[in-house]
Each structure stands twice: as C-alpha cells, then as structure tokens.
C-alpha cells in the first residue's frame, strides 16, 4: 500500500492518572501491504472513551497496557480497502480495535463484527450500535433485570451508556431518573432521551434528598456508571431486593491511592440488594442479539443517541481529557476523510 | 396456668449499640390460662444472638424495635403444656419467638416450626438446625452458588452459622478457608469444622497476605458475616465471577456514624463478580428443605456443631453482650429448668 501515509496517534508517556493531549504523539508511517490472512481497513470514525484512562494505566487491568511508542488502542469502524481474507472483500464496512490511526492492517481477530445495518450512519456502530449501546442493553437487561413498574436510576445517564440504559428501561416500562452533571445534561435527559425525571448532582444541595424526591418508591435498579458520592447518595435509597449494576468508576480519577467511601454491607443487607460488576466483553457471543433489537429501536425513534464528533485525527490526543472534563454533550467520536 | 411463676427478662434501657446487662431487667410474673387458639410453651433453650443488637435499636431495620418494658424478643425452643390450638397437644416439641422468659402463651403466628427430629438434642433447633443452620444452608447455596473445586472463604468463621458454612462448603465439594479471631477459635475451625485452612485475624500481621496465601487461585465464594477489616482484606483477592455474601456486620459497633471503608466498585467490575444481602426470612417457605438435609448431614456426622451453654435465665442479660467480647466457642444459648 506504498501510496498511502498513515497518521497515527501513539503513547508517548505514560500518565498517573488521565491521559492528556501531551502523553500522545501524532506520527506518520507508511501502510505495509497485507499478509496473508490479512484485510486493510481505512478508518473513518474513531473512538473515544472514558475506558482508554484504563487502557494507558501501567495498573493490572482488563487487557495489558498499551506501550509506549504503540498506536493508541480504540475502537473505529471503516471500510475495508483490501483483502487477503476470504470472508472479507473491499466495501465491507467493519468495526473493530484499529487503533487511533488512518489505516490498519489486520487480522479477523481484530475485527468485532461486520457492520451490516448500511442504512444507518456508521458512526453509530461506535456508539449507541456499538460496545456503548450493547452495554446498556446486556447490563441493564442481564444484571440489572428491570421489571415493568421498577424505577430504574442511572448515573452519567446523558452519556452513550446511560443514554441508552434511560431509554431501554422505558421500553422494559419501568420508571427512570437520570442523573448527570450540570443543567445541560440534565435538560438533555429528559427532552432527548425521555428520563422521567432528571437530577443535576452539581446543582442539587442535598444529592439524597432528590434522590429520595425522584424515587418515592425507592431505587429498584441502579445503573452506576460513576462510583463516589453520586453512588453514596443513591445506596441508602435502594428499594427492597434492589439490583446494582457497576458499569463505571467514572468519578474516581485514581485508584492508585485507593479511595474510601461509606460502607455498603449494611444497604445490601437491609435491602436483600445486590452489586454486581458487569463487563461487556463477557457478553461477546451475543452481540449480534443485542444490534439487533438496539437498531429496530433506533429505526422505530424509540432510541435515540447524541453524537459529538470532532474532525481530524489532531482532535485525538486531548480527546479523552476533554471527556473527563465534562465537554463532551454524547458519545465522542473523531472523523476521518471528512 | 395460675401455679406457674414466669420468670422474664425485659428490655429496661434502649442501648445505643452493643446491649449489656444493665438495658436489661429481671422481672416475675404470671402465666395467664390460654385463650382460644393459644397455647403454652415451656422453654427450654433460649436463644443468645448478634442480631439482637438490632432488635433492640431504635434505627429501623427488619422489624420494630423491642418495647422498653417489654420481654425481650428470642427464639426459644421447648415444650407444649397447654394448648386451645387443635394442631398442638401437650409433648410437643416446638422452637419460636417465645422470648427470654420461663412460658411463653402465644398463637401459632410465633411458632417457627414443630421440632420432629426428636432423635437429636432439642438444643440444635436453635442451632444448627435453627436459624444458624437455615441461614448458613441459603447464604451459601442460594446467595454463594458454590461449585465443586471452588474456593470458599468464611468469616467468624467458628461461629454457629461461618462453622455450617464451612461444612456445607465442604459437601458441596470446595475448598474452604476460614478467618477467626484468636488462635482457639482458628484451631476450632480446621479441627472441629473440618476448613482446610484457617487465619487467626488478630494474629494475622498482612491479613491480605494471609488470605492470598491460603487462596492461590483467588476467593471465589467470600461468605461475610462482619464487614470491616477481615472483608476490607478479603475483596482485592475475589477470583472472577466471584459471589460476596452480605449475611452479616458483626465487626461494625455502630451504624449511628456510618462507618467508611475502601470502596468496593472497582473489585466487582474488574472482577465481574456480586456482592448480595441475604435474609434467612426470605427462605420462610423452604426451611423444611433446609432442616431435612442439615439433620441428615448431623446423623451421619458430616456436620459438626459446637454449643455455648449458660445455665439459668440469670445469664441471659449480658450474654449478647458476651457474643460481642467472643466469649464464646459455640452457638450461645441459655438452658431453663436443668
């Protein structure tokens, strides 16, 4: 592929805690010609996510760290260009960990799945499409287990997860209560994602007692996709036999000084509730289940998304800085070939 | 039942958190004749527990408070001497709330079950095959899901309900590993309850270190009955999917200020596991199932059990207290009328 120049975004220092714009380095390299059993696929959309703090973390995680020098590991959907892959021919639109760059040359392995639903914007199959929208929906749906008439309370709940999360516990006919940061977000909540009631946790005095306000009948699921005092406002709420479901810690910023908080034993057990962890990737054979029903949704206006894109591959290095800022107004993602 | 003197200990001061002696009164009174529908208990065994602390508190919790003046609440075991009721006759075995006193005059509501397994000692309705039993059989099965060749750690565990969980742990197949506080109670747990493994917590310098120590491959069952330290020490060596049962707080003094500890979320998400409250009420309906099987396992001398036993009703105001101190080597009881 010796005509093409690939613009790619690589670690360049490992930061302590959020990685920002000055521990990446943008850098060109030339595009090698496939190996055999190899496709090449031109990015058009690459992802951003609060997760890539953990990605970068030199701390035991999911997945090994990214190493210094590497692309930056992200999820981007494109089009493949070539192939020496018989189950893959030019056209095809992908999505899959490509990295944060303009080409990637790879392997099916790489690939998370063939986007087939071509009559919506490819961009979706990074968010509400994509591992945002298939984690509200196994999460709320596999741990959470909400039933018709539960009030269903979700934290970052304007963001691609909690977004999602908000409007599948409608359909599911439960009751929801969004909680987001800033008067924005919370008007967004309700006029763009039909949350019955929105809190904004900057804005309100006391977070419980809104709480308390929103959910008469108590909390019966939690989607918690922040740890910290928003959580801590929310467990002393719970209604009996309440179901947590640990999506995100998106409020703690290092748990290299591990943080404290109250505890939760008693809440549980007063409650006969449960926490439990959930993790996306855990869910992978049954992705296909879950696009499925999220785009007949999206098709049918019963879900909708925010998008906030920003073009060119320079907008990457302080792309997830700006998430952890709060700047972003629905899932980031970044435009290539605009 | 004009011949008969009760004999009664009343709640006479609402204690602020751990009941002593002093919150309590001796008192005599009359046993009135049963009413239609009532019968007469002659206690036998009264029941010494950590949950009183809760019963007599003024916070809500499971139930109402225990009334100043009031008998304080117990389950009790013993014998019918009178009954109105045609499903009692005198002789009858029966285990309930019938409280710390000498009779008890009460309608079936209070009785728990008759106790039919006359070949054992009356003692073990109070224990393991009381609540103890019953709560240590659901916690683990329901709440814990142990699969063969799991690790299965228990707190207090020489403790009437950590002893049968240990031992039910064992039939299921696991690997056990118990945590006590002082070197008897962690040689109780491996000599007479047969853990695999036992770690004397107050002896234990890096309890952490302890626990990883004796669980290679990570805590896949983690059955706490304290909160606190030993729990605090337990979470950041959960294997994956591991499953936390909440089914006590014994090691927390005071819920008045709530106490805080290292958060929780990030050991359930990377560890993908739950923690779960349990409450043995909740499994009303099926502690027949429960009591058949824990009294096979006690006949056949798979499930050992160790008693407390004070004697006279004298005993009974610092006794829950004394459970708190961890005076004692066994399920606590007060025997009457030895």
Redesign the interface.
């Known amino acids: 592929m010796q005509n093409l120049v690939n613009r790619q975004v690589r670690l360049g220092a490992r930061p302590a805690d959020i990685p920002q714009a000055e521990h990446f380095v943008l850098a060109e390299a030339a595009v090698p010609d496939p190996g055999e059993g190899e496709i090449v696929v031109r990015n058009q959309f690459l992802s951003v996510e609060p997760a890539m703090r953990g990605w970068v973390s030199a701390v035991a ?2 997945s090994a760290p990214v190493g210094l020098g590497e692309v930056m590991r992200a999820f981007a959907s494109g089009e493949v260009i070539a192939s020496r892959h018989r189950d893959f021919a030019p056209g095809d639109k992908v999505t899959g960990l490509f990295g944060w760059q303009d080409y990637a040359v790879v392997t099916p392995a790489a690939v998370t799945r063939k986007v087939t639903e071509t009559d919506l914007p490819l961009s979706l199959s990074l968010g509400v499409l994509g591992l945002n929208g298939v984690t509200a929906y196994f999460g709320l749906t596999e741990v959470g287990e909400p039933r018709a008439g539960d009030t269903v309370v979700v934290s970052t709940a304007a963001g691609a997860v909690g977004s999602a999360v908000g409007q599948i516990a409608k359909i599911a006919g439960c009751r929801t209560v969004g909680i987001a940061g800033g008067a924005a977000k919370a008007a967004q909540c309700c006029d763009a994602f039909g949350f019955d009631a929105a809190i904004d946790y900057k804005a309100a005095g006391d977070l419980g007692a809104a709480i308390a306000a929103a959910c008469p009948g108590g909390v019966d699921v939690y989607f ?1 996709n922040t ?1 910290g005092r928003v ?1 801590d406002a929310v467990l002393p709420h719970l209604a009996m036999r309440a179901r947590v479901v ?4 998106a409020s ?1 910023s290092s ?1 290299e000084t ?22 996306v990737f ?1 869910y992978q054979a049954r992705y296909g289940e879950a696009i499925a029903r999220l785009a007949a949704w999206v098709r049918e206006g019963r879900l909708a998304y925010a998008e906030d894109i920003l073009d060119g591959i320079e907008a990457a290095p302080d792309a997830i800085a700006g998430l952890y800022r709060g700047e972003n107004r629905g899932k980031r993602l970044i435009r290539l070939h605009a």
Chains 1, 2 share one sequence.
């Open positions: 995680n999911y918690d740890a959580s640990i999506c995100g810690t703690v748990w591990w943080p404290t908080g109250p505890r939760v034993e008693r809440h549980l057990l007063v409650k006969r509730a449960r926490m439990q962890g959930l993790l855990d």
